[in-house]
């Protein structure tokens, strides 16, 4: 079981990427299952034609027994959809539905499949947003960012993150690339490329800004769903391919602030 998990700052299109990832996985024949890391539980609605699912806590608070349908949602491709979901705005903690998640689809025996796809909110990467990494769960890691100042801190944070965890000798976790989401910046592609050649990994997919990609969006599907001809849908799918053959895990080397900086001023 291959299980990908991609981190990176709120906004930058990780739920969109994880989607089309998923979607073309199962293309691909592949058993696939998409696991939303984040509050705002939105990582599966293209799959699932723009319906909310019902969260893991959610559930837990309404029922005292919970069943696996109560929790796993079909969606396009038979790709197995869940959400962990997140406390109220300003009450509890945001990684508590992750930690919740994990437990109760191990206790279900829920947990499999050729390709299991994590969608984490990589903001902050405290205890419950850090558990896909740090319990084993995140083997592979994908960095989602663009040339943006910002995204490229919160990834570089995340490379912190999987190189202290990777310091524990049972530790699974490693990085296995950086997916560009472009912004359309100037010089944006080399930016990425340096910045993941700097922490010791590669850029493994550039994915331009694209219509296709609004246009499946506001008739709730993937882009793969909704215009599977589309150049948008073969670079998804390229990017799922990169993703299986990759071999190439590494332990990053995360940059210091004012080198970032420096690499940003660089490519302006």
Known sequence: MRQIALYGKGGIGKSTTSANLSAAFS????????????????????????????????????HKEIRSEDIIYQGFGNIRCVEAGGPEPGIG??????????????????????VVVYDVLGDVVCGGFAMPMRDGYAQEVYLVTSGELMSLYAANNICKAIARISERSSA??????????????????????????????????????????????????????????????????????IILENTDLRIPTPLALEELEELAREYL
């Open 172 to 241: 699974k976790c490693r990085l296995g690339g950086v997916i560009c989401n472009a912004k359309n910046m100037d010089n944006e592609q080399g930016l990425v490329e340096e910045f993941a050649k700097r922490i010791g990994s590669k850029l493994v997919c550039f994915i331009p800004r694209s219509n296709s990609v609004r246009a499946a969006e506001v008739n709730r599907m993937t882009v793969i769903e909704h215009d599977p001809a589309s150049n948008q849908a073969k670079v998804y799918r390229d990017c799922a391919k």
């Open 93 to 114: 903690c945001a990684g508590r539905g992750i930690i919740a998640t994990f437990q109760l689809l191990e206790k279900m025996q829920a947990l499999y499949g050729d």
């Open 27 to 62: 293309e691909m024949g592949l058993d696939v299952m998409q696991i939303g890391c984040d509050p705002k539980h939105d990582s599966t609605r293209m799959l699932m034609h723009g319906r909310w699912i019902p969260t893991v806590l959610e559930q837990m608070y309404d």
